[in-house]
């Protein structure tokens, strides 16, 4: 049985609601939870020393813990250096990809195709591993889904996935999000959002 904490419980609460964080942000969050439920830390033997064993603690709690506790949700929570901020990075990941899967999924069918239109640009053989925003409209014309996408839609779905960190944006253009390169780990494919360089958003 998962390891139920108060500690447990936020952290919980924290992925659901921002999917991902840096290893710096994620101690900074665990620290806090610790202060605030002292005594269920003690009990379930969470403590930071201000060490090195502290990103240990933080792996245990994080990987091992609370992907237990998500794994009825068909979610785990997965680790990563990022692009090139050379950063860790800890992001909630879905390990199904079927109907109750997309029923956790923020995004309509046509931003999925929008989405996953950009992720073949960025990722194909020979690209740059960014495009333009005209660039990532251009796509619009050759999507399946009638009616397509309007261009007002799609740079809404663009900033969307830019906040949930599904896509980056730099000086370059558009790039694979953190959340996309965890959720790729598992896929080995392009994820849905619900589902390179890198980009430090």
Sequence with gaps: MAASSDVHRNLVQLFLEHGVFSESTLLDLLAQCIDAF?????????RLTGSDTDKETLDRVAKLEISELLEPLA???AKRRYGVDKQMYYGLINLRNDSFAKLSNNLSEKELEFF???LREVSSEGGSAFITEADALS???????????????????IMKLVAGKWLCSKEDGLGAGIR???QR?????PAAASSSQGCDN
Excluded: F, Q, T, W
Excluded at 139 to 157: H, N, Q, T, V
């Design 116 to 118: 996953h239109a950009i």
């Design 38 to 46: 002292p005594i269920d830390a003690r009990r379930h033997n969470i």
């Design 75 to 77: 979610m785990k929570v």
């Design 180 to 182: 996309y390169e965890l």
């Design 185 to 189: 780990m598992y896929e080995g494919a």
């Design 139 to 157: 796509l619009i014309p050759s999507l399946k889904l009638l009616p397509r996408i309007s261009d007002k839609d799609a740079k809404a779905c």
